[in-house]
């Protein structure tokens, strides 16, 4: 069963910005479409980016033009690119496959953007 890590969280401050990273145990990017989620405190989980296996990406209408989605298949790990944050991404951050996630899901990895 693949195992995936989510890592790059941390503390940002409003407008600023942070680069996720979700590593897999082994190369499942060329066989399903992978997608970031995240969950905030009260809230249900949501896709934040996703793309899939032939490269076509999708975001959240929250996070268009300033968050981006990439991967490096040769490294199994793929990329979430934050810029501009706002306190409302405040979040556990996740990574899993998309449009199903039907995956082990990771620990997250946390995103508090404050001042």
């Known amino acids: 069963q693949v195992q995936l890590v989510e890592s790059g969280g941390g503390l940002a401050q409003p407008g600023g910005s942070l680069r996720l990273s979700c590593a897999a145990s082994?190369?499942?990017?060329?066989?399903?479409?992978m997608g970031w989620y995240r969950q905030a405190p009260g809230k249900q989980r949501e896709l934040v980016a996703g793309?899939?296996?032939?490269?076509?990406?999708t975001y959240a209408d929250s996070v268009k033009g300033r968050f981006t989605i990439s991967r490096d298949n040769a490294k199994n790990t793929m990329y979430l690119q934050m810029n501009s944050l706002k306190p409302e991404d405040t979040a556990v951050y996740y990574c899993?496959?998309?449009?199903?996630?039907?995956?082990?899901w990771g620990q997250g990895t946390q995103v508090t953007v404050s001042s």
């Open positions: 899993n496959a998309y449009p199903i996630f039907d995956l082990p």
């Open positions: 082994r190369n499942i990017f060329s066989i399903t479409g």
């Open positions: 793309f899939t296996t032939g490269g076509r990406r």
